[in-house]
């Protein structure tokens, strides 16, 4: 427990950090989106979600089967 | 004088069958480094021509593409034979070498018909390093790899000898037409773009451990290779590796076994080289060659380390893994190294190759391509740099018993790392290097301050779904399922049929044999009834009359009469 509280302070901590940077720099960005604050923060936890509720959804549709489906041949 | 960096290599193989067990190893390992030394002293330019059969082959064309990718699978050959030193099989050894070889000779190639001669050897040779696996589903699965890639050689063989019969030799981008369509689709099965992807995820975790790090490297790098010189700029290309960097990371989400949740990877990781290629300007395409260069090396450390847990534990399933980082931290540590790095974290290679093909959709004016391929970039770093470590060496600890991991196979860990690492830190070396003379800048502050926040937040979420990514005893249905279950049943179906059918056809012939083998007992005899019964005899005298065998033997004095005559002429005819 102790150690993953320290991993989720450091996390908390650095993205504290790269926000404070991001603010501190000319913008630079290619398409109004990101010039949004921490937008590719938020891009990479709605993303992360995303590929798993969509990818467990696909398994759950039909992708996964036990691990004899193939019989033998498995 | 030139010599084709091959040769060291297929001389290693070729004395693999005459020395003896322990010097095995040091003698490939020798063809490996004798290889790097040819590549690196390659003069920009060098050629090397032969003829062979009235054809002119150019084997050696050593320009900036073909060097920057000789250069990497020659490095690469050095580290994965360092991690097989220990290895005895000398048929294993031979293949791998062969493997690597071909894999040379095909990047360096002059001319379609060279690279396809190597092509063809390469597809040959790996499929027999598939086959040095141990698990019982290896031997099926290099079955089915080999059939994949003798049509997918078909193809190129089909596609080259249309370029040929156009007068077209020299390796540049293929003119619109049929060639063309033949030789993408060949070179997109070896490059596992979906949906001609599954031989890769199929067969690569079934090879030995060493075996998958040389698999891990050459076969689908080579098809980049490929589709740089014969495709750059097409379209297709550009959504083909798009759909191939999402489609790795979905599955690998349902992924249980590490080394087929790696396999995922390959796919995805070559959809960037891909869309690369597909977008076709200076910055992507120097994208796609650094990024082939960087995965190469990554990617061997990350089999490497997925190889090494299965040295110690015997074990390659999440579910059957955990807690065994206290036992091995020096593999967590150099994995660690390998999953950074393909995850794009800055200060490691994929940082400086990933980030120039999105940079490259960013100024191409792709904004849809960017954010999906920085998507793909979230999943990279959720299942390799997270839930594979995470539940391989920290999760649960099980009663996993950990055996010593060899020291070569640490040491090629080692090596592997520090490259991955120097490339990060000074990537100017390897930009010096590429082909196309791009600009590009990866240590901006906005590049290192998005490429953190994406890496966060994807660990953030990581944290909070972490129920939801165990491993599940299960397998992924994908595209092999067309021929592991439709068509295998249907050709099943169709031997089961034909040996029906020749039962029958057996039982028939068998039938007819019995009903005619009376009347081959003596023919005088059937003739003669046969004879009464046109002239009247009837069936009952045939059926009835009793067998008389001096009936039909003519008497001893005729065969006198006969022998004599003969014997008189023929003295006649010689005298």
């Known amino acids: 427990m102790r150690g993953r509280a320290w991993v989720l302070g450091a996390t908390a901590a650095a993205a504290g950090s790269t926000i404070v940077v991001e603010a501190t720099i000319p913008p630079h960005a290619a398409y109004p989106w990101q010039a949004l604050p921490a937008f590719d923060l938020v891009y990479g936890f709605l993303g992360c979600a995303l590929i798993v509720v969509a990818s467990k959804a696909l398994g759950h549709a039909g992708v996964q089967k036990p691990e004899s489906y193939y019989g033998d041949d498995e | 004088m030139t010599v084709h960096p091959a040769l060291p290599l297929l001389l290693a193989a070729a004395l693999q069958g005459v020395v003896r067990g322990r010097r095995r190893g040091p003698v490939a390992l020798a063809g490996a480094f004798g290889a790097l030394a040819a590549v690196a002293g390659l003069p920009g330019g060098a050629e090397l021509h032969v003829s062979l059969l009235g054809s002119e082959l150019r084997l050696v064309q050593a320009d900036a593409l073909a060097r920057v990718f000789a250069l990497v699978f020659a490095a690469v050959a050095c580290l994965a034979t360092l991690y097989a030193l220990h290895v005895r099989s000398a048929s294993e050894h031979a293949a791998t070498l062969l493997y690597a070889g071909s894999s040379l000779g095909v990047v360096l190639a002059g001319d379609w018909l060279t690279l396809l001669l ?111 010189r014969a495709f750059p700029g097409l379209e297709l290309l550009v959504w083909a590796g798009v759909a191939m960097a999402l489609y790795g990371v979905v599955y690998a ?102 980030s120039m093909v999105v940079s490259a959709a960013a100024e191409g004016g792709r904004p849809v391509v960017e954010m999906l391929l920085l998507l793909a970039s979230i999943g990279t770093f959720l299942h390799t740099g997270l839930k594979l470590p995470y539940f391989t060496f920290f999760g649960a600890s099980g009663a996993v018993e950990v055996r010593p991991v060899p020291r070569n196979m640490l040491a090629a860990m080692g090596l592997g790392a520090a490259l991955c690492t120097a490339l990060g830190l000074a990537p100017g070396w390897l930009y ?84 005619l083998a009376p009347l081959a007992d003596n023919p005088h005899r059937v003739l003669e009834r046969l004879a009464r019964v046109f002239a009247g005899g009837g069936r009952a005298e045939l059926r009835d009359a009793p067998y008389d065998p001096d009936r039909y033997r003519p008497p001893v004095g005729v065969t006198v009469l006969w022998v004599t005559a003969a014997l008189g002429v023929t003295a006649l005819l010689l005298g």
Request: aromatic letters at 8%.
């Open chain 2, 118 to 228: 190597f092509w063809e050897l390469m597809a040959v040779s790996s499929g027999v390093v598939v086959w040095h696996g141990s698990h019982r589903r290896t031997r099926a699965a290099g079955f089915r790899y080999v059939y994949v890639h003798l049509g997918s050689g078909a193809l190129v063989l089909a596609g080259v000898l249309l370029l040929h019969a156009a007068g077209t030799s020299g390796l540049e981008a293929v003119p619109e037409g049929t060639a063309r369509w033949l030789l993408l689709a060949g070179v997109a099965v070896n490059a596992a773009v979906p949906p001609m992807h599954a031989w890769l995820t199929d067969s690569y975790p079934e090879a030995s451990v060493t075996g998958s790090v040389f698999l891990s490297a050459f076969t689908t790098k080579t098809a980049v290779y490929v589709m740089i």
């Open chain 2, 253 to 354: 989400v349902l992924e249980n076994d590490i080394r087929r949740l790696l396999a995922y990877h390959i796919v995805s990781q070559v959809g960037y080289m891909v869309a690369g290629v597909g977008m076709g300007t200076a910055l992507s395409l120097d994208g796609s060659a650094a990024h082939a260069f960087c995965h190469v090396l990554y990617k061997a450390l990350l089999f490497m380390g997925a190889g090494a847990v299965l040295a110690a534990t015997g074990r390659r399933k999440l579910t059957e893994l955990g807690g065994i980082a206290p036992r091995m931290k020096v593999v967590v540590l150099l994995y660690m190294v390998g999953a950074l790095s393909i995850s794009g974290m800055p200060l490691f290679s994929g940082f400086v190759s990933k």
């Open chain 2, 432 to 515: 010096a290097r590429l082909p196309f003379g791009a600009a590009y800048e990866p240590y901006t502050v906005d590049h290192v301050v998005s490429a953190l926040q994406l890496l966060l937040g994807t660990g953030v979420a990581f944290a909070l779904l972490l129920p939801k990514l165990a491993g599940q005893t299960t397998v992924s249905v994908d595209t092999d399922w067309l021929y592991r279950r439709p068509l295998h049943r249907a050709l099943a179906l169709a031997v089961a049929t034909a040996e029906r059918g020749g039962a029958t056809l057996e039982r028939a012939g068998r039938t007819l044999l019995g009903g």
